[in-house]
T-cell receptor, first 116, second 112 residues
Framework: GAVVSQHPSRVICKSGTSVKIECRSL??????MFWYRQFPKKSLMLMAT?????????EQGVEKDKFLINHASLTLSTLTVTSAHPEDSSFYIC????????????FGPGTRLTVT | QKEVEQNSGPLSVPEGAIASLNCTYS??????FFWYRQYSGKSPELIMF????GDKEDGRFTAQLNKASQYVSLLIRDSQPSDSATYLC????????????FGGGTRLMVKP
C-alpha cells in the first residue's frame, strides 16, 4: 500500500516551453502533497505544500507564477514549470500524506527534468 | 545556521563494520525525526523514524535521539555494499504540521 506515482519519469524540453508533472496517490487519498526539487549532490528542498481544493503554499524564494501547482483531487497534484530555462533542470519529487502525521509521507519516484 | 545539518561525507567503512551517521538540528521544539536512504537517481525511502529520547532498533539499523543535545544519529550494523547510498536526516520542526525539513545528506560508501 501507500504507492505514489509520478509522470513522466524523465522529460527533456526546450527553453521557453512549459512542462507538467503529475503526482498521484494510487491507493490512498492524500490530504496534502508536497513538491520538492533536488539539484545534483544536494538535498531535497521543499518548493510548496498543496492541500486539495486550496491554493498551494510556496516556500520563500519559489516563484508561484513560474511553478504552478494544482491539487484538484485527493489523489492528484500537478506541477507545471512555465517558461522553463536550463537552470530549472533538476530532479522534482513529490510526496503525499494521507493525514497530518509527519511519519506518513510517501514519496513518488521523481521526475528528471532537463531543459535544453 | 542551517535548520538540519549533516556531514556531507563521503563516509567510507569496510563491509561488516558499523556505520555511524550523525545529524544536528536547530529547533529545540522539534518532535519527530526521520532517516531516509536515497540511491543515486532515485527518490528517498524511509528507513525509520524516532520520537523519543534513546535508541530505536529495527534490524541492522538503530536510531538514537538526544533532544537535549539536539542530535540524532543512525547506526548501521554489519554494513553491506548495498547500503552504499546517501542518507538524509529529516526533521518535523516545531509547529510545521507534517512538513519535513531535510539535511544535506551524508554519502556512505561500504567497501567490500
Amino acid at each position: 500500500g501507500a504507492v505514489v506515482s509520478q509522470h513522466p519519469s524523465r522529460v527533456i524540453c526546450k527553453s521557453g516551453t512549459s512542462v507538467k508533472i503529475e503526482c498521484r496517490s494510487l491507493d490512498f487519498q492524500a490530504t496534502t502533497m508536497f513538491w520538492y526539487r533536488q539539484f545534483p549532490k544536494k538535498s531535497l528542498m521543499l518548493m510548496a505544500t498543496s492541500n486539495e481544493g486550496s491554493k498551494a503554499t510556496y516556500e520563500q524564494g519559489v516563484e508561484k507564477d513560474k511553478f504552478l501547482i494544482n491539487h484538484a483531487s485527493l489523489t492528484l497534484s500537478t506541477l507545471t514549470v512555465t517558461s522553463a530555462h536550463p537552470e530549472d533542470s533538476s530532479f522534482y519529487i513529490c510526496s503525499a500524506a494521507p493525514g497530518t502525521n509527519a511519519d506518513e509521507q510517501y514519496f513518488g519516484p521523481g521526475t528528471r527534468l532537463t531543459v535544453t | 545556521q542551517k535548520e538540519v545539518e549533516q556531514n556531507s561525507g563521503p563516509l567510507s567503512v569496510p563491509e561488516g563494520a558499523i556505520a555511524s551517521l550523525n545529524c544536528t538540528y536547530s529547533d529545540r521544539g522539534s518532535q519527530s525525526f526521520f532517516w531516509y536512504r536515497q540511491y543515486s537517481g532515485k527518490s528517498p525511502e524511509l528507513i525509520m523514524f524516532i520520537y523519543s529520547n534513546g535508541d530505536k532498533e529495527d534490524g541492522r539499523f538503530t536510531a538514537q535521539l538526544n533532544k537535549a543535545s539536539q542530535y540524532v544519529s543512525l547506526l548501521i550494523r554489519d554494513s553491506q555494499p548495498s547500503d552504499s547510498a546517501t542518507y538524509l536526516c529529516a526533521v518535523n520542526l516545531n509547529n510545521a504540521g507534517n512538513m519535513l525539513t531535510f539535511g544535506g545528506g551524508t554519502r556512505l560508501m561500504v567497501k567490500p
